[in-house]
């Protein structure tokens, strides 16, 4: 629940506007001209709907199950101390580079050969990235390709120091923001996060290089597009950054 409440909350106002009132924000438009068609935006809205409902759905049966399991663990992570902030930074840290290192991985085994036509394709109808695209895809990619990189991370610090489910929550709505802002397809002024947007724009671009989230990866296996990416990003920014370098 905590995962669709943020995940349409940061990203169906960037929908609303640049649907309703495209000037409003147009100077910041990364791909500059493109549009995506309203029938293809509907479909994704539907999609995307249809997945998280079916998910919402699956996780209500799974909680009427009563898997001991499950439950040994929940309250593992409820009975635990409640962290301060700066546990609670720290654990956040420590989710985003777990998410970095696995997304990358799992990514990049989706744009091989074998596996992106049957299951990464999906999402990359999107050449030029909106929002709430974020979130459209097979439903083996979901499983895959974002819920098991998310995963790793909050499961770690569960079973080795003693996480409270206030992490997990931080965590989550954190995670899907960052996710809309990365598919936003706008490098938004006084947005700490724009340098994500512009790589994960770029690789939906580009198709092969910037397959992680924060370039660090990337830069590690060489697939930070080199020149290319530095020549795009210079071209995007001189029109974006005009005013608004920060």
């Not at 990203?11 to 029938?39: D, S, Y």
């Not at 539907?46 to 439950?71: G, P």
């Not at 080795?160 to 990365?182: D, E, I, M, R």
């Amino acid at each position: 629940l905590v995962q669709i409440i943020s995940h349409w909350g940061s990203g169906l106002p960037f929908i609303i506007v640049e649907r309703l009132w495209p000037k409003l924000i147009a100077r910041w438009k990364i791909q500059a001209g493109v549009r995506q068609p309203a029938a293809k935006i509907g479909r994704m809205l539907l999609n995307v709907l249809e997945f998280q409902l079916s998910s919402l759905v699956i996780a209500v049966i799974t909680s009427r199950l009563k898997i001991k399991l499950l439950e040994r663990w929940a309250e593992k992570l409820t009975s635990a101390p409640l962290p301060s902030g700066r546990r609670l930074v720290a654990e956040l840290g420590f989710n985003l580079l777990s998410w970095e290192v696995f997304f990358y991985t799992t990514h990049r085994i989706l744009h091989t050969q074998r596996f992106y036509k049957q299951i990464h394709k999906k999402h990359h109808e999107f050449k030029a990235p909106v929002s709430l695209a974020s979130a459209y895809a097979t439903h083996i990619e979901h499983a895959v390709g974002d819920f098991l990189p998310g995963f790793i991370g909050p499961s770690l610090l569960s079973f080795f120091f003693n996480s409270h489910l206030v992490s997990g929550w931080l965590w989550v709505g954190f995670g899907s923001l960052l996710t809309n802002v990365n598919h936003s397809g706008y490098d938004i002024p006084f947005n700490p996060l724009r340098e994500c947007a512009l790589m994960h724009d770029y690789h939906h671009h580009s198709f092969y290089s910037m397959l992680g989230l924060f370039g660090w990866m990337d830069k590690l296996f060489g697939t930070s597009g080199g020149a290319d990416y530095k020549n795009w990003r210079a071209e995007v920014i001189s029109r974006t950054r005009k005013h608004f370098p920060f």
